[in-house]
């Protein structure tokens, strides 16, 4: 698959989770940070100009949500996301009385933005909610879909044969204190070389872009995901450090919310999170809705990267998805603003609503028997 085909598989994949149609190929993706997809052109209709200063001040309006539907902002495509499309695919989030809708976004960024303003409810993204609210007044955690780098595998140029040999070299992440960057950034500490002194980052933006300073060689090495790390090894490069095997803790992707909106929709808020709760369950346990979720919405029909999705992702999906003290923290730790060092990880969960899911009983279902 081509780089452009997979982002545009990647747009195609919101559009149709909610009944859109697919993104043409010869359709232009927007280079802006800010860019979004609206998920559906039933939905454009309703759709309100952006707020002044919002998140979408100057890119493709997000929908308005309709009553009793939940707007929620995803940042990426990867395939971390399975359980959200097992679930838009088997109906769960309708089953459960908490319909939603897919908004795509290019970045971090716009997603925080968006969720302040209300524009959308729910943001799937890492952990950049702790420096969009360094009080954790306004927003928080109420779930995780991953707790750790498990998506990130570290390729490099053949010459290359340890961690320790990055000293020198120019590598290529995502943004300053994406998940990428900070799953790169853990590694070569892991070697005992400071990332800030000992290696020069080069901040490509996408995964896209990424794999395209690798490939070009312009860069000595970089944080891949599915499938490009796929690609890295059939075109000779080599994997020196991956993060599901390094066990590396990081709030890679989150459930974050307003408080208000939590306190203010107790149904809809139960909801989500019982469609999650199966929808993780099915996504660590039926291969084959995750293969039949990751060729629909993906379009691919390349067996080796079907299977890859499967033998990476299954089983690290928290279940019941709780997210993680240590998630947390790295978050905090990672976050450049200074205000946020004094926080804890408590500060910003909010894990009452899953508390209460739990104490139903309605997880025991999930559980291993």
């Known amino acids: 698959m081509t780089k452009a085909s997979l982002t545009v598989a990647a747009i195609s994949l919101l559009l149709s989770a909610c009944g859109g149609a697919a993104a043409p190929a010869s359709s232009a993706v927007p280079a802006s940070a800010a860019a979004f997809i609206k998920p559906a052109a039933s939905a454009a209709a309703s759709a309100k100009p952006a707020a002044s200063g919002s998140a979408a001040a100057s890119a ?12 929620v902002a995803v940042v990426g495509g990867s395939p971390s996301f399975t359980p959200f499309y097992v679930g838009v695919d088997n109906g769960l989030f309708d089953k459960y009385g908490a319909p939603i809708q897919l908004v795509l976004m290019q970045g971090a960024p716009p997603a925080m933005a968006a969720i302040l303003t ?17 009080t954790g007044q306004k927003l928080a955690f109420i779930g995780a879909l991953q707790n750790g780098f498990n998506q990130f595998v570290a390729y490099v140029k053949p010459n290359i044969k340890s961690l320790a040999d990055l000293k020198g070299k120019t590598l290529a992440v995502g943004s300053p204190a994406s998940s990428a960057t900070v799953a790169f950034e853990t590694m070569v500490k892991s070697a005992g070389l400071n990332p800030k002194t000992d290696v020069k980052w080069i901040y490509a933006g996408t995964p896209a872009a990424e794999w395209a300073a690798l490939s070009n060689n312009q860069v000595d090495g970089a944080t891949l995901v599915w499938p490009y790390y796929l690609q890295a090894k059939q075109q000779g490069f080599v994997a020196i450090g991956d993060g599901k095997e390094m066990k590396i803790p990081g709030a890679s992707l989150t459930v974050g919310v307003q408080r208000e909106w939590v306190k203010n929709n107790p149904k809809l808020v139960d909801g989500l999170l019982r469609a999650l709760s199966e929808s993780v369950f099915l996504a660590n346990n039926d291969k084959d809705k995750v293969i039949a979720a990751t060729r629909k919405h993906f379009d691919v029909s390349d067996q080796a990267q079907l299977d890859d999705v499967w033998t990476r992702f299954s089983g690290t999906f928290p279940s019941p998805p709780y997210i993680t003290r240590e998630a947390v923290e790295e978050a905090i730790t990672d976050d450049p603003n200074p205000g946020n060092k004094q926080r804890k990880p408590e ?3 909010d894990n009452a609503p899953l508390d209460a899911l739990v104490a139903s009983g309605f997880t025991k279902q999930f559980e291993k028997k």
Do not use: N, R, S, Y
């Open 60 to 71: 493709v309006p997000i929908p308005a949500p309709k009553p009793g539907t939940i707007t």
């Open 118 to 134: 209300g524009e959308v409810q729910v943001a799937m993204e890492g952990g950049a909610l702790v420096g969009a609210d360094i």
């Open 347 to 349: 500060d910003f969960i």
